[in-house]
């Protein structure tokens, strides 16, 4: 499988003067293209950090990271930006939507950021808005929709400039069952059926169950990982996740 | 007790917030402090006492230009309390959490309101008797006014007012501060640094028919200010001005509530600047701002409307003056408003000191005509609109030639040579119109009839006379002979003498007793009428270009502390916009075109305003502006 993802040995240290304190530590991880990838693990574990730095709005202390075969590390604050707008979508648990501007103008930000002239901006909408059935509320605000129409904004405006992978920080985290089942499927079906690779952060037993592959963190490092096999329903992949979960929580416990 | 104890310690932790809060509060006092102390400033009592004129009324000058101060500085206090309320509702809800009931969050944020406005009450005095008095400084050096030694000045009627307008905008942000407390619910309050301003989409119509009413109301001030001002009876006291502030402040908060919704929502329709770079985002960002700050922009918008009116004002005064320099004296003393006869008397004085032998003289006498000013100008040109102080029923007086010529060439002025039959008309301090009317007149072969001959005007001169002589309107110059004709015009005869020491104490005694010997005339000399003049000019451009300054100060610490709020505000957005993949070319560009766009929107409102009021007030002058 293409690896689109390649992060070795990678550390993070915070604060200064002697006061130290490491969010990643040594922390190796490869993804390949199509995977829907999961992180868990505890608060602490160092989960919203490995985001940052994939998402390149963070910097390692030492290691590499390659996305698509090029090391955001080394790369200059401008550079990083086009790296950003060309090859990462981003949907976070907040939204991140703005609230001065319709929905329809918030999914084709990043394309006007980029540049991309009006009638190739309206033909990738419609194919995103389709696929998230946004259709009807195009034209509203953000206050003006639910959690879970927000949230599929953030979907599409992710996916709108065709990046090489997608990174959702606890998307669910904000919603109700039933919009978080709406949003998953739809990350799923994204997953599936366009190929997008995706990596999700997430402490939700049942939000990583859609992934077909979860890693999980603690103190900086993995500690385990659970591969989704071939055709195993998501509720025996749900037991796998939560045993697997339960048995972090007793070693912590001993 | 745990109430000041508690609000104390708010006031600490939350230093930076109340920072920018605090000296907002602190430059307001000081700027409405300044503003009205204007009239117990020591450089402006001097002037006034040298000009004769109560300082007092200064104040009631001001009077219309203070209505807007207040407004603004209370804008200010209000707009920096919104912001301080915003950034604070999360620790007041911790408080209700904590079981602290409504009631006393309400009196402990009442509390630290009284207690941050009394502390920036006493700063802002002092700072705005230092400003004022370095202002004074300044402004006394630039127009070369000897200034008394005292320069700092505590104008008791100006802390006391200051005082007085503090308290009752205190105890009102103090109530809508307590209000919003406790009508918020416990739950909004905790999450309220998180939820954004709600945003209002607004129907599209009700927008358009807004517009027009901001429109027809802005229209509608325009029209009553413009009659008020450029009405033969002009009155700054008139009490309609009242009515034209308020109707300029709703009309431009109208305009500003709604005018560029209704324009960026039509260019919202062009495909091609709306999904360009960040175009959408920074227009949404710019109504977003001029929505929730219209207060603030109209404040803004008034005052450099004043700002623009006045300095146009000033330039033009000071041209004025200069023109009036031109009509000085040719020698050192003059005697005016006496009858032909005294003059063998004047003259005998005049020479009578042999330490200061008189050099030159020179008389020249006005004699009354029927000829009216109406009668310069053509039928047609006589219009009642046309400048309202300029009255069509005066008389104009006659000259003779030769005083007349002995007058241009004691001033250096080449001598006007009249054929026989034809007469000159020399304009006075006219407006620049009329004197075209009346050239226009005298190109189509204009005469007039005078004593009963009928002479034709061959030449109006409009370079300025001796101002002392000739009349504001115009006076008519006629040969010698006519002259006989003619009687004298009243008092109408000015003497001049020249002098090889100049000035002469003793000439001015004698002058003064031949007065007082045959009970008219008056006397003044050169320099008397320059010092005159100059004091007219201090007596205009000092409280001018003091309150300009105080203007210029509250303009900009209204649009820099709405700046720096939004700064504040909008760190989130731009972090954002960052992830998305936006380059800080673009956002830094996105962040300049708002900057600049909410610079130029009052900008060229407070231009238009300014157009109406100075066209106004230069049909009121007659077009000299």
């Not at chain 1, 998402?55 to 698509?68: F, H, K, L």
């Not at chain 2, 630039?142 to 100006?158: D, K, M, N």
């Amino acid at each position: 499988m293409e690896s689109i993802l390649q992060i070795s040995d990678l550390t993070k240290v915070y604060g200064f003067r002697g006061n130290h304190y490491p969010a990643l530590n040594g922390l190796s991880l490869g993804v390949g293209k199509g995977e829907f990838l999961g992180v868990m693990g505890p608060s602490g574990s160092g989960k919203t950090t490995l985001l940052n730095i994939i998402a390149t709005i963070d910097r390692g202390s030492r290691g590499v990271v390659m996305i698509n075969g090029q090391d955001t590390q080394r790369m200059r604050r401008g550079d990083l930006t086009r790296f950003r707008r060309e090859h990462l979508g981003f949907i976070f648990q907040d939204y991140n939507l703005l609230d001065t501007l319709t929905l329809r103008e918030n999914i084709c930000l990043p394309l006007s950021i980029a540049n991309q002239t009006p009638a190739e901006i309206k033909a990738r909408l419609s194919s995103v808005t389709q696929t998230f059935g946004l259709h009807d509320v195009l034209d509203k605000f953000p206050a003006q929709v639910s959690g879970g129409q927000k949230q599929r904004a953030a979907a599409a405006r992710a996916i709108i400039s065709n990046p090489t992978m997608v990174l959702a920080d606890e998307p669910t985290g904000a919603l109700d069952s039933s919009s978080a089942k709406v949003l998953l499927q739809t990350l799923e079906k994204m997953n599936q059926s366009l190929g997008i690779t995706i990596l999700m952060v997430t402490h939700d037993a049942t939000a990583a169950s859609y992934c077909n592959r979860i890693v999980f963190l603690k103190d900086g490092r993995i500690i385990s990982e659970l591969r989704r096999a071939a055709q195993q329903p998501r509720r025996a992949f749900f037991d796998q996740i939560l045993s697997v979960v339960a048995l972090m929580g007793e070693k912590e416990a001993e | 007790m745990i109430y000041l104890k508690l609000a104390y310690r708010n006031m600490r932790r939350s230093l930076r917030d109340y920072a920018i809060y605090f000296f907002t509060i602190v430059l307001s006092v000081m700027i409405f402090y300044s503003f009205n102390s204007l009239k117990d400033q020591p450089v402006m009592v001097e002037v006034c006492r040298q000009a004769g004129i109560e300082s007092n009324i200064i104040a009631v000058l001001l009077g219309f230009a203070s209505f807007f101060v207040a407004f603004i500085v209370a804008a200010l206090v209000l707009y920096s309390n919104n912001f301080i309320i915003r950034r604070r509702k999360r620790e007041w809800g911790t408080y209700l959490l904590l079981g602290m009931n409504q009631g006393a969050v309400a009196r402990m944020l009442f509390l630290e309101t009284l207690g941050v406005g009394a502390i920036a009450y006493l700063l802002g005095i002092v700072t705005g008797v230092l400003f004022s008095g370095l202002m004074s400084v300044l402004f006394a050096t630039l127009l070369e006014v000897a200034f008394p030694a005292r320069i700092f000045t505590f104008s008791l009627y100006s802390i006391l007012l200051t005082g007085v307008f503090y308290t009752l905008i205190f105890i009102g942000v103090g109530i809508m501060g307590s209000f919003s407390v406790s009508r918020h619910s416990l739950a909004s309050l905790l999450v309220a640094n998180r939820t954004n301003e709600a945003y209002k989409a607004r129907n599209h119509w009700v927008t358009v028919m807004l517009g027009i009413v901001s429109l027809a109301v802005l229209g509608f001030g325009y029209w009553i200010g413009y009659r008020a001002i450029a009405n033969s009876n002009f009155n700054p006291m008139n009490p309609v001005f009242i009515l034209v502030a308020a109707l300029m402040v709703v009309g431009s908060f109208g305009f500003f509530y709604v005018g560029l919704g209704f324009v960026f929502s039509i260019l919202c329709r062009i495909d091609r600047f709306r999904w360009k770079g960040l175009n959408t985002f920074t227009m949404q960002q710019i109504l977003k701002k001029v929505n929730s700050n219209t207060l603030v922009l109209t404040a803004a918008n008034i005052l450099l409307a004043m700002i623009i009116t006045s300095v146009v004002f000033l330039v033009a005064f000071q041209s004025l003056l200069k023109q009036n320099q031109a009509g000085a004296l040719p020698y050192a003393y003059a005697v005016l408003y006496l009858e032909p006869d005294d003059v063998v008397g004047f003259d005998a004085v005049a020479n009578a000191n042999p330490l200061n032998p008189l050099l030159k003289k020179l008389a020249i006498t006005r004699y009354l005509t029927e000829v009216s000013s109406s009668d310069l100008v053509l039928p047609q040109d006589t219009d009642k609109n046309d400048s309202p102080i300029l009255s069509f029923n005066d008389s104009c007086s006659a000259v003779g030639m030769s005083e007349y010529n002995a007058v241009r060439q004691a001033k250096g002025l080449n001598p006007v040579n009249l054929d026989e039959g034809v007469i000159a008309i020399q304009t006075g301090a006219l407006s620049q119109p009329f004197t075209e009317k009346i050239q226009k007149a005298a190109g189509q072969g204009l005469s007039l009839n005078l004593a009963g001959s009928s002479y034709t005007v061959g030449q109006v001169v409009s370079e300025p006379f001796v101002s002392v002589v000739s009349s504001s309107m115009c006076m008519l110059v006629v040969p010698d002979e006519a002259v006989a004709e003619l009687l004298p015009d009243g008092a109408a005869t000015t003497l001049m003498y020249e002098y090889a020491n100049g000035q002469d104490p003793i000439l001015e005694e004698n002058l003064l007793n031949e007065i007082n010997r045959v009970g008219r005339g008056y006397w003044t000399s050169k320099q008397e009428e320059a010092a005159n003049l100059k004091m007219i000019q201090v007596f205009i451009m000092f409280p001018g270009l003091f309150v300009e300054i105080i203007l210029l100060l509250a303009c900009g610490s209204v649009l820099g502390l709405q700046q720096l709020i939004e700064t504040v505000d909008s760190a989130r957005h731009y972090q954002g916009l960052y992830n998305l993949g936006a380059e800080d070319r673009q956002i830094h560009r996105s962040i300049f075109q708002q900057v600049t766009f909410y610079f130029f929107v009052p900008v060229a409102l407070a231009i238009l305003h300014s157009l109406v009021a100075l066209s106004a007030f230069n049909k009121l002058l007659g077009g000299r502006l």
